[in-house]
């Protein structure tokens, strides 16, 4: 069996593979790097797929926190596990939007879930899960129900800036304007949604678009990002993990190269 992990800034994520390269279960923990929630990913997957740290034959540790887990057989880095997980979980990808909790991925690929060429926007929150998490606590409402509240929009406004310390002032002086809240909440979806539109533009991105991480679950950033890039996106299964994910493929890849050595 082999293991991947996935330490994140604000969530773990474990994944196991059997023999045969078949996914037998992931793990998602809302606690990332500082934390030691890879720990109870590790023993929630572990739980999920039957087995002990004993069945585990070889570990890829991947994500900010990566260095962090000492027990892994190696560590390879997050862009390169969320292409080869992606190229696991859905044919054909060519391009990954990948919104975390506090960066932002657009990762081009060659086929085979190889990395063509990849941006990142991780030096502000503008684009990331934290920016929803701050116009939800600005609207009164909790981040699973923003999208629920935007889709109940029926007049699309524009959140003008994207740095979240005055985006949040911006909407705040919008609801005391008598703007609606439904409005605003598909605004702030629609304010992500271009600055990713911005970050595919700058390496080319092509038209078959997977979305992954947290924000993925978001149905009406979805919709957003969508109708801003003009194509489909698909949301892969375990969008949360694929970076878990691809990380144990490797694991398995690099276990059976070095055993036919």
């Known amino acids: 069996m082999f293991l991947g992990i996935d330490i994140g800034s604000s969530s773990s994520k474990a994944a196991v593979l059997n023999e045969q390269k078949q996914l037998t279960a992931v793990a998602v923990i809302n606690l990332g790097t500082g934390t030691n929630a890879y720990e109870k990913a590790i023993a929630a997957a572990l739980t999920e797929a039957e087995l002990t740290a004993a069945d585990i034959k070889y570990t890829v540790a991947t994500g900010y926190g990566r260095v962090n887990y000492k027990d892994a057989d190696k560590q390879i880095t997050e862009i390169t596990c969320h292409a080869k997980g992606v190229d696991f979980l859905t044919d054909d990808a060519q391009t990954i939007v990948d919104i975390g909790g506090q960066d932002a991925k657009v990762i081009k690929l060659n086929g085979g879930g ?14 990331t899960g934290r920016f929803l998490e701050v116009m939800a606590r600005v609207l009164g409402c909790s981040l699973s129900d923003l999208s629920n509240l935007a889709d109940r929009s029926t007049v699309e406004i524009s959140i003008s800036n994207v740095c979240t310390v005055f985006a949040e002032s911006e909407v705040i002086s919008r609801l005391a304007a008598g703007e609606k809240i ?10 992500i949604a271009k600055r990713i539109m911005g970050m595919c533009s700058r390496i080319g991105y092509k038209s078959k678009v997977v979305m992954t991480g947290g924000v993925a679950l978001n149905s009406n950033m979805v919709d957003a990002l969508s109708k801003e890039l003009e194509c489909l996106i698909e949301v892969v299964p375990h969008c949360q993990a694929a970076g878990a994910v691809g990380a ?10 070095e055993k036919d050595i």
């Open 182 to 191: 439904e409005d605003v909440a598909r605004g702030a979806h629609v304010a």
């Open 114 to 127: 190889q990395v063509a060429n990849f941006v990142m926007n991780e030096k502000c929150a503008a684009g």
């Open 248 to 257: 144990a493929v490797f694991a398995h890849e690099i276990y059976n190269k």
